[in-house]
């Protein structure tokens, strides 16, 4: 009998054998793919792929070259215990440089193609944060975190020695910020450097902005101009407002040094990640327009370095840019853009501002375009991430990795649809369900409502390592995600809606899309639901308690926000609130008080499971304590989990695991009864 089962089921399932679900397991077991660059001449590829799972499994991190032009063969390049990274190809496509800690500090590393061990090209008494070589594969910039004033690498080597001798451990500050995401502040400063290379590994280098003090957005934001004389890059201008503006611009500097020149003066918003057509022609960088706004419509704007005019490319396409390359033609540029619950690739003329979709099912990301071909990587909400490749104009995107064809099996992913309603002003809202793994047909399904933070985000088609779909499904809940007024990818008017009106339309929108989709889809059992949520998802959690309290059995708030005033005051970018609450905290006409989750406790009555890491400054952890001592004192049915060492996000995979289960069970144990 025991057989026939098994035969009955591997039947059902439509294989040789039966599959299974997946796993938290088999999600820490997934090898990651980083830093996919490709060769000048687009013959080859090379990515980082860091092994999943536990020690004393591999879970090394090396580098791999693809070899296009050759069958997709891979060979590794890389068998070192530190993890390379940063990785770029050398100008003439020979060689790869990269960043490692081999010698007990990060340094630049060269590594010829043609055969070879990889050659030490620094040797700082600091770690290299990051770099860009020039075509003439001389000349070299530096990121290096520095003291900001000091003359030279050996006046920050002694400060670095004397924060480490203080007898103390007391922490002054003079301005904002004084910590960020999960770090406090201190006296460093990332800078960049000019070098050049030779055949002795470098071992100092001329600071070309001593004197800031403020943030750069790193050399991913950066490049050299086309005579390669000047560096130009993303930064905020030195001042004591850091904290609540979002003002980057685009500055030049000589490498020989001297005064740093603000391209983008004229945008009080933000500017960010310039870059120049291989002909020397253009420079086109991404703009947003509203100050104090990070999450603002980015435009693509191109100088034109001959006549110096400067235009929008393409400013009717109501989406925002994600990242973008020039074309092989210099006049073709190629984007990643949120479009309607997916991540897209368009083509846009610089001419006429035509835009052309590309490809446009799941998330793409990481896009080369060479000699007629496309490479990315993808994911979507049934498939982690892997490259593919689009060749000349066929639309058809191919895998050519498979770093996770072993863990993957034996698993038998979930189905999912994307459906639309009439939201709040009868606005067409969109969303998501999935159904349980072992769904059978006619029977009803407890529900996960899972709600995205942000808020100016979404839960779109991609395979999310920490909020995945496919692990509530496993467990046999239907899922459903909604992208509520203020998600991304919709244009900019519906993310800009939530602004001023955290606890109006988001909510009117979930209400009416549970409504909705529940009836569409009579296997999602409505009366037997938990909805959770983290960041504004937990916020949202935790107004839901307040002013829908008879919509679940159960909710799960993580780093939600419970107390706007004191949420104010203790985190760190403030140009978030200021801008969607209307303000800084003490004026009178802002929303603190008005979608305040605190303000509506008399009204909570839904057992509650309450996590938060105490490293998150961005919603520091008394936020979730408060939501908690709540509870407890009002004698709701309530659970707390703490993570000492994480922040924002659960990150360590043996964290994510407890995570997980410690949310399954909560969740088993209330839509069980």
Same mark, same amino acid.
Not at 266 to 272: E, G, I, K, L, S
Not at 480 to 509: C, N
């Given at each position: 009998?025991?057989?026939? +089962?098994?035969?009955?089921?591997?039947?059902?399932?439509?294989?040789?054998?039966?599959?299974?679900?997946?796993?938290?397991?088999?999600?820490?077991?997934?090898?990651?793919?980083?830093?996919?660059?490709?060769?000048?001449? +687009?013959?080859?590829?090379?990515?980082?792929?860091?092994?999943?799972?536990?020690?004393?499994?591999?879970?090394? %991190?090396?580098?791999?070259?693809?070899?296009?032009?050759?069958?997709?063969?891979?060979?590794?390049?890389?068998?070192?215990?530190?993890?390379?990274?940063?990785?770029?190809?050398?100008?003439?496509?020979?060689?790869?440089?990269?960043? %490692?800690?081999?010698?007990?500090?990060?340094?630049?590393?060269?590594?010829?193609?043609?055969?070879?061990?990889?050659?030490?090209?620094?040797?700082?008494?600091?770690?290299?944060?990051?770099?860009?070589?020039?075509?003439?594969?001389?000349?070299?910039?530096?990121?290096?975190?520095?003291?900001?004033?000091?003359?030279?690498?050996?006046?920050?080597?002694?400060?670095?020695?004397?924060?480490?001798?203080?007898?103390?451990? #007391?922490?002054?500050?003079?301005? =904002?910020?004084?910590?960020?995401?999960?770090?406090?502040?201190?006296?460093?400063?990332?800078?960049?450097?000019?070098?050049?290379?030779?055949?002795? &590994?470098?071992?100092?280098? *001329?600071?070309?902005?001593?004197?800031?003090?403020?943030?750069?957005?790193?050399?991913?934001?950066?490049?050299?101009?086309?005579?390669?004389?000047?560096?130009?890059?993303?930064?905020?201008?030195?001042?004591?407002?850091?904290?609540?503006?979002?003002?980057?611009?685009?500055?030049?500097?000589?490498?020989? +040094?001297?005064?740093?020149?603000?391209?983008?003066?004229?945008?009080?918003?933000?500017?960010?990640?310039?870059?120049?057509?291989?002909?020397?022609?253009?420079?086109?960088?991404?703009?947003?327009?509203?100050?104090?706004?990070?999450?603002?419509?980015?435009?693509?704007?191109?100088?034109?370095?001959?006549?110096?005019?400067?235009?929008?490319?393409? &400013?009717?396409?109501?989406?925002?840019?994600?990242?973008?390359?020039?074309?092989?033609?210099?006049?073709?540029?190629?984007?990643?853009?949120?479009?309607?619950?997916?991540?897209?690739? @368009?083509?846009?003329?610089?001419?006429?501002?035509?835009?052309?979709?590309?490809?446009?099912?799941?998330?793409?990301?990481?896009?080369?375009?060479?000699?007629?071909?496309?490479? @990315?990587?993808?994911?979507?909400?049934?498939? &982690?991430?892997?490259?593919?490749?689009?060749?000349?104009?066929?639309?058809?995107?191919?895998?050519?990795?498979?770093?996770?064809?072993?863990?993957?099996?034996?698993?038998?992913?979930?189905?999912?649809?994307?459906?639309?309603? !009439?939201?709040?002003?009868?606005?067409?809202?969109?969303?998501?369900?999935?159904?349980?793994?072992?769904?059978?047909?006619?029977?009803?399904?407890?529900?996960?409502?899972?709600?995205?933070?942000? &808020?100016?985000?979404?839960?779109?088609?991609?395979?999310?390592?920490?909020?995945?779909?496919?692990?509530?499904?496993?467990?046999?809940? +239907?899922?459903? *995600?909604?992208?509520?007024?203020?998600?991304?990818?919709?244009?900019?008017?519906?993310?800009?809606?939530? #602004?001023?009106?955290?606890?109006?339309?988001?909510?009117?929108?979930?209400?009416?899309? @549970?409504?909705?989709?529940?009836?569409?889809?009579?296997?999602?059992?409505?009366?037997?639901?938990?909805? =959770?949520?983290?960041?504004?998802?937990?916020?949202?959690?935790?107004?839901?308690?307040?002013?829908?309290?008879?919509?679940?059995?159960?909710?799960?708030?993580? %780093?939600?926000?419970?107390?706007?005033?004191?949420?104010?005051?203790?985190?760190?970018? =403030?140009?978030? !609130?200021?801008?969607?609450?209307?303000?800084?905290?003490?004026?009178?006409?802002?929303?603190?008080?008005?979608?305040?989750?605190?303000? @509506?406790?008399?009204?909570?009555?839904?057992?509650?499971?309450?996590?938060?890491?105490?490293?998150?400054?961005?919603?520091?952890?008394?936020?979730?304590?408060?939501?908690?001592?709540?509870?407890?004192?009002?004698?709701?049915?309530?659970?707390?989990?703490?993570?000492?060492?994480?922040?924002?996000?659960?990150?360590?995979?043996?964290?994510?695991?407890?995570?997980?289960?410690?949310?399954?069970?909560?969740?088993?144990?209330?839509?069980?009864?």
């Amino acid at each position: 009998m025991k057989a026939w +089962g098994i035969l009955v089921m591997a039947l059902l399932s439509g294989s040789a054998y039966a599959k299974s679900a997946l796993t938290i397991e088999h999600l820490n077991k997934l090898n990651k793919l980083y830093d996919v660059v490709v060769s000048p001449d +687009g013959n080859y590829v090379v990515y980082g792929q860091k092994n999943g799972g536990f020690a004393p499994a591999d879970t090394s %991190a090396d580098l791999y070259l693809l070899d296009l032009a050759n069958g997709n063969k891979v060979r590794r390049l890389t068998d070192s215990a530190a993890k390379e990274h940063s990785v770029k190809f050398s100008a003439d496509g020979s060689a790869l440089y990269f960043l %490692a800690d081999r010698t007990g500090s990060t340094q630049l590393w060269k590594l010829p193609l043609t055969g070879g061990e990889a050659r030490q090209m620094t040797a700082l008494p600091v770690d290299v944060q990051g770099y860009l070589v020039g075509t003439d594969d001389k000349s070299l910039v530096l990121a290096l975190d520095v003291k900001p004033g000091c003359a030279d690498l050996a006046c920050t080597v002694s400060a670095i020695k004397a924060a480490g001798d203080k007898k103390d451990s #007391a922490m002054a500050f003079d301005q =904002l910020m004084v910590r960020h995401w999960d770090t406090w502040e201190d006296d460093f400063k990332q800078h960049f450097f000019a070098a050049t290379l030779s055949d002795k &590994p470098i071992t100092d280098a *001329m600071d070309l902005m001593s004197e800031w003090n403020t943030d750069v957005a790193g050399t991913s934001e950066a490049a050299f101009t086309p005579d390669g004389k000047n560096l130009v890059f993303s930064a905020k201008i030195p001042a004591s407002d850091q904290a609540w503006h979002t003002n980057f611009d685009i500055f030049q500097v000589a490498l020989k +040094g001297g005064n740093k020149i603000n391209l983008t003066k004229d945008n009080p918003a933000w500017d960010a990640k310039p870059s120049f057509s291989a002909d020397g022609r253009y420079m086109a960088y991404l703009a947003m327009k509203k100050p104090v706004y990070e999450a603002d419509r980015f435009g693509l704007m191109l100088l034109d370095l001959a006549t110096g005019e400067r235009k929008e490319v393409s &400013p009717d396409w109501d989406r925002s840019i994600d990242d973008y390359q020039f074309g092989p033609d210099n006049r073709t540029l190629y984007v990643t853009a949120q479009d309607v619950g997916q991540k897209g690739i @368009f083509s846009i003329d610089s001419n006429f501002g035509e835009v052309t979709k590309v490809y446009s099912e799941g998330t793409s990301s990481d896009l080369s375009v060479r000699n007629g071909s496309m490479v @990315f990587t993808h994911h979507s909400l049934n498939a &982690p991430t892997e490259i593919y490749q689009i060749k000349g104009n066929t639309g058809q995107a191919l895998p050519i990795t498979q770093v996770n064809k072993e863990v993957l099996a034996d698993i038998q992913f979930a189905e999912f649809d994307q459906f639309s309603f !009439p939201g709040a002003n009868e606005e067409t809202v969109y969303g998501y369900w999935m159904k349980p793994w072992n769904y059978v047909e006619g029977k009803k399904y407890p529900i996960a409502f899972i709600v995205h933070g942000g &808020p100016q985000g979404s839960f779109g088609n991609m395979f999310n390592n920490r909020w995945n779909a496919q692990l509530w499904a496993a467990q046999g809940f +239907g899922v459903v *995600m909604i992208d509520f007024h203020g998600s991304t990818g919709y244009g900019q008017a519906f993310t800009d809606s939530i #602004a001023r009106d955290w606890g109006g339309k988001p909510l009117e929108d979930l209400k009416k899309g @549970f409504a909705y989709i529940t009836e569409k889809q009579p296997w999602l059992d409505g009366n037997n639901a938990c909805a =959770l949520g983290a960041s504004y998802g937990g916020f949202m959690m935790n107004w839901i308690a307040g002013n829908w309290n008879d919509g679940f059995k159960c909710l799960v708030t993580h %780093a939600g926000l419970f107390d706007m005033p004191s949420f104010y005051g203790s985190t760190e970018e =403030l140009w978030f !609130p200021e801008h969607d609450m209307g303000g800084p905290v003490w004026d009178k006409t802002t929303d603190y008080q008005k979608f305040n989750p605190a303000a @509506f406790v008399d009204n909570w009555k839904t057992p509650m499971l309450v996590i938060h890491g105490l490293k998150d400054y961005r919603v520091p952890y008394a936020q979730g304590l408060a939501a908690y001592t709540t509870l407890q004192r009002k004698g709701i049915p309530s659970r707390l989990v703490i993570f000492p060492d994480e922040n924002h996000w659960i990150l360590k995979p043996a964290n994510a695991e407890r995570w997980y289960n410690e949310v399954f069970a909560w969740m088993k144990q209330h839509t069980s009864k």
